[in-house]
């Protein structure tokens, strides 16, 4: 599974998201992790179609989270960001050729394509395990508890 790299953004900014009460800009969650502005700018909004942030406008405006930081999941950023699609589509290979079988032998589902199928289900319940708040913990266990609320000075 390869994931972009605005996953890792968004994430991140979602973590920064909860140590401040007021709207950050996207440039300042840019700035914060020294990523490209116009790159982040791009998936912010991103964020905030699928609901888990919103853009607060004007002077003092930029991203809040749209709720809890513990009701937020990694999975959910990850399908934000790159789609819900399956990281695997069997497309019945085991049909084609000299030695394919035929169709309507094929009762199961492919064995390649049920053992992929697993594969997807336990990352994703893995990431769906993982909340933002969980994240930020693990920050503050890493970093102290320092790191966060320096954000917003």
Not at 96 to 106: A, N, Q
Not at 116 to 127: G, I, Q, T, V, Y
Request: with cysteine; net charge neutral.
């Amino acid at each position: 599974m390869k994931l972009s790299g605005g996953v890792e953004w968004a994430l991140h900014c979602c973590v920064v998201l909860t140590a401040t009460t007021e709207p950050v800009p996207a440039a300042r969650l840019a700035q914060l992790h020294d990523v490209s502005p116009s790159y982040l700018a791009k998936q912010m909004p991103v964020l905030s179609r699928a609901g888990l942030v919103k853009s607060v406008q004007g002077k003092t405006g930029g991203y809040v989270l749209t709720r809890a930081a513990a009701e937020i999941t990694v999975l959910d950023v990850v399908q934000a960001i790159d789609g819900a699609s399956p990281a695997f589509t069997c497309a019945e290979i085991r049909q084609r050729g000299r030695f394919g079988t035929r169709p309507e032998d094929c009762t199961e589902p492919c064995p390649i394509g049920r053992a992929m199928s697993a594969a997807d289900a336990a990352w994703r319940a893995s990431l769906q395990a993982v909340s933002i708040a969980d994240l930020v913990g693990s920050v503050e266990q890493n970093s102290g508890p320092e790191a966060l609320p320096a954000i917003g000075t």
